[in-house]
């Protein structure tokens, strides 16, 4: 059975940074696609950033140069470093997980979901 659990959320100042970590069991990080996404009040969930197993990191245009995502494999964490945070990128940080993925800018390609973890930038 695999099981996401991310923390780091938190409340900080616009231009601070957090770093978001999502640990994985049940299947390792580095044989898998891992991805980072966001979901604000009354909007859809959307795609922030991904990792897959060969390695290639993905991000939404909206966090490029800003956000970096990464993994331990030996922690079997992958990260979400977040810096120049801007108030809109207050929302509830989804991490997900998925062994076969087609797109990973899609919510349906991922397989498994993390419960979520509040970040909120204030100005």
């Known amino acids: 059975q695999v099981q996401l659990v991310e923390s780091g959320g938190g409340l900080v100042q616009a231009g601070g940074s957090l770093r978001l970590s999502c640990a994985a069991s049940?299947?390792?990080?580095?044989?898998?696609?891992m991805g980072w996404f966001r979901q604000a009040p009354g909007k859809e969930r959307e795609f922030v950033s991904a990792?897959?197993?060969?390695?290639?990191?993905y991000y939404a245009d909206s966090v490029k140069g800003r956000f970096t995502i990464s993994r331990d494999n030996a922690k079997n964490t992958v990260y979400l470093q977040m810096n120049s945070l801007k108030p809109e990128d207050t929302a509830v940080y989804y991490c997900?997980?998925?062994?076969?993925?087609?797109?990973?800018?899609?919510?349906?390609?991922?397989?498994?979901w993390g419960q979520g973890t509040q970040v909120t930038v204030s100005s």
């Open positions: 997900a997980q998925s062994y076969y993925i087609t797109s990973v800018y899609r919510t349906s390609s991922w397989r498994y």
């Open positions: 049940g299947r390792t990080v580095s044989s898998s696609s």
């Open positions: 990792i897959i197993s060969g390695g290639n990191t």
